[in-house]
């Protein structure tokens, strides 16, 4: 196949810029704030969770809650927090931490990894409640989580503290019981119960809430009452939209994502930023990005195979398929409640290959003219290849500078990129 591809621009992207410099000493200004030493008593053990996500600076975050526990005199532990990830085993959960940079030497205090769960309430729909064992028998639990949009969820809780007690503290049981309640109730509706339950009968002591901003660099911390979580959690998730990273221009006619990972979103890349949150294939009215077609390249090196969210895009590379480990994906797709998204795409050898199947099927748009956006990830949006169709737009756009273009697409011999977006 011999197409005459678009010539690409290099450009950084500007987007508003608040920053914590040093985490460790707001961490402990927030969480002296709550005065914890008036619950928390000498010799009273305290479960602090650690999630999957990949935020920046969660070890040094996690290391100072457990340090101020300490300093109570109370006996600290760490426990996973993340459903049914990292193959829904404890192994594999503690494994995916220590990635993190948290075990056992590094925090100074246990690592209690279990799948165990046990029931602590029935909602009124009939849906029992998780909580991981090893928190349940603490005297009190600490939630620490970043607060995000949700990938394909909407409303004034989506990811963040409710989410952790219902999703993270649930395990695999729990993940797997509110996923299909939600198909029956709503995400609103099911997380809200959960929470009331869990904050009745677990013994959660605060929590400690993330922002990140566009740069992947943590923006807020805020420690919250359990009485506060939902205003609190409602109101940050505002900040946390306000400084999502976005793609540079909302119509694309094909989006190359270098990497995918569960470190990066949920969905392995975000659809906040991608758009496809209601649909895996097509833009919907509520959509604000509009990519006709989204060709994936590879995982990251972080999420040890679990390829979720490769199924919402239409082309991806054999090297992408042979990352792929098919247990973690299944469990995971199989668990949210969302199998397509671990549905294998058209597969090709290399970038030329996929990149010209892709551009015959955009409509009307000859390839050499399409609008393409290549991205490292979603989560690293500063700096990003754009195609000469939307050169008419920089001028308008103090937000954009161009380093470098027009040039055009460059393969190697072997037909793969010549260089990746770093």
């Given at each position: 196949?011999?197409?005459?591809l678009?010539?690409?621009?290099?450009?950084?992207?500007?987007?508003?810029?608040?920053?914590?410099?040093?985490?460790?000493?707001?961490?402990?200004?927030?969480?002296?704030?709550?005065?914890?030493?008036?619950?928390?008593?000498?010799?009273?053990?305290?479960?602090?969770?650690?999630?999957?996500?990949?935020?920046?600076?969660?070890?040094?975050?996690?290391?100072?809650?457990?340090?101020?526990?300490?300093?109570?005199?109370?006996?600290?532990?760490?426990?996973?927090?993340?459903?049914?990830?990292?193959?829904?085993?404890?192994?594999?959960?503690?494994?995916?931490?220590?990635?993190?940079?948290?075990?056992?030497?590094e925090?100074?205090?246990?690592?209690?990894?279990?799948?165990?769960?046990?029931?602590?309430?029935?909602?009124?729909?009939?849906?029992?409640?998780?909580?991981?064992?090893?928190?349940?028998?603490?005297?009190?639990?600490?939630?620490?989580?970043?607060?995000?949009?949700?990938?394909?969820?909407v409303?004034?809780?989506?990811?963040?503290?409710?989410?952790?007690?219902?999703?993270?503290?649930?395990?695999?049981?729990?993940a797997?019981?509110?996923?299909?309640?939600?198909?029956?109730?709503?995400?609103?509706?099911?997380?809200?119960a959960?929470a009331?339950?869990?904050?009745?009968?677990?013994?959660?002591?605060?929590?400690?809430?993330?922002?990140?901003?566009?740069?992947?660099?943590?923006?807020?911390?805020?420690?919250?009452?359990p009485?506060?979580?939902?205003?609190?959690?409602?109101?940050?998730?505002?900040?946390a939209?306000?400084?999502?990273?976005?793609?540079?221009?909302n119509?694309?006619?094909?989006?190359?994502?270098?990497?995918?990972?569960?470190?990066?979103?949920?969905?392995?890349?975000?659809?906040?930023?991608?758009?496809?949150?209601?649909?895996?294939?097509?833009a919907?009215?509520?959509?604000?990005?509009?990519?006709?077609?989204?060709?994936?390249?590879?995982?990251?090196?972080?999420?040890?195979?679990?390829?979720?969210?490769?199924?919402?895009?239409?082309?991806?590379?054999?090297?992408?398929?042979?990352?792929?480990?098919?247990?973690?994906?299944?469990?995971?797709?199989?668990?949210?409640?969302?199998p397509?998204?671990?549905?294998?795409?058209?597969?090709?050898?290399?970038?030329?290959?996929?990149?010209?199947?892709?551009?015959?099927?955009?409509?009307?748009?000859?390839?050499?003219?399409a609008r393409?956006?290549?991205?490292?990830d979603?989560?690293?949006l500063?700096?990003?290849d754009?195609s000469?169709?939307?050169?008419?737009?920089?001028?308008?756009?103090?937000?954009?500078?161009?380093?470098?273009?027009p040039?055009?697409?460059?393969?190697?011999?072997?037909?793969?990129?010549?260089?990746?977006?770093?």
């Amino acid at each position: 196949m011999d197409l005459t591809l678009p010539s690409m621009y290099r450009l950084r992207q500007s987007f508003e810029r608040p920053v914590i410099d040093d985490v460790a000493a707001a961490t402990q200004r927030e969480l002296e704030k709550l005065n914890l030493g008036e619950t928390v008593k000498p010799g009273q053990t305290v479960a602090v969770t650690a999630g999957s996500r990949g935020i920046r600076h969660i070890a040094t975050i996690t290391k100072t809650v457990v340090d101020h526990f300490k300093s109570l005199q109370a006996k600290p532990f760490i426990v996973p927090a993340m459903g049914s990830h990292g193959g829904a085993s404890a192994e594999g959960q503690a494994e995916l931490i220590a990635r993190y940079g948290i075990t056992a030497e590094e925090m100074g205090v246990e690592i209690r990894s279990s799948m165990d769960t046990v029931v602590v309430g029935q909602l009124a729909e009939g849906v029992p409640v998780h909580f991981d064992k090893h928190a349940s028998e603490a005297d009190h639990v600490m939630v620490v989580g970043r607060i995000k949009p949700h990938t394909m969820f909407v409303g004034d809780i989506e990811s963040g503290l409710h989410k952790m007690m219902l999703i993270g503290l649930g395990k695999h049981n729990g993940a797997w019981t509110y996923h299909k309640a939600i198909k029956e109730y709503s995400f609103e509706q099911i997380i809200r119960a959960v929470a009331e339950v869990v904050l009745k009968k677990c013994r959660v002591v605060a929590g400690l809430a993330i922002v990140e901003n566009a740069y992947d660099e943590t923006a807020r911390i805020e420690a919250v009452a359990p009485n506060e979580f939902y205003e609190r959690e409602k109101e940050l998730l505002q900040l946390a939209r306000n400084w999502l990273p976005r793609l540079p221009f909302n119509e694309c006619d094909l989006l190359i994502v270098d990497a995918i990972g569960k470190e990066i979103s949920g969905t392995g890349m975000d659809t906040n930023v991608i758009g496809r949150k209601y649909n895996d294939h097509a833009a919907t009215e509520q959509d604000t990005t509009r990519c006709k077609r989204i060709f994936v390249r590879g995982l990251t090196e972080a999420t040890r195979g679990n390829a979720c969210g490769i199924g919402l895009a239409e082309f991806t590379l054999r090297s992408a398929v042979e990352q792929m480990d098919a247990h973690y994906t299944g469990v995971n797709c199989i668990t949210s409640g969302h199998p397509t998204a671990g549905m294998i795409p058209l597969t090709y050898e290399n970038d030329y290959e996929a990149i010209a199947a892709a551009l015959q099927t955009i409509g009307l748009t000859p390839p050499e003219e399409a609008r393409v956006i290549h991205i490292r990830d979603t989560l690293h949006l500063e700096t990003v290849d754009v195609s000469e169709a939307y050169s008419s737009e920089f001028a308008s756009r103090p937000d954009l500078e161009v380093l470098q273009g027009p040039e055009p697409m460059q393969f190697d011999d072997a037909g793969q990129f010549c260089r990746d977006i770093k």
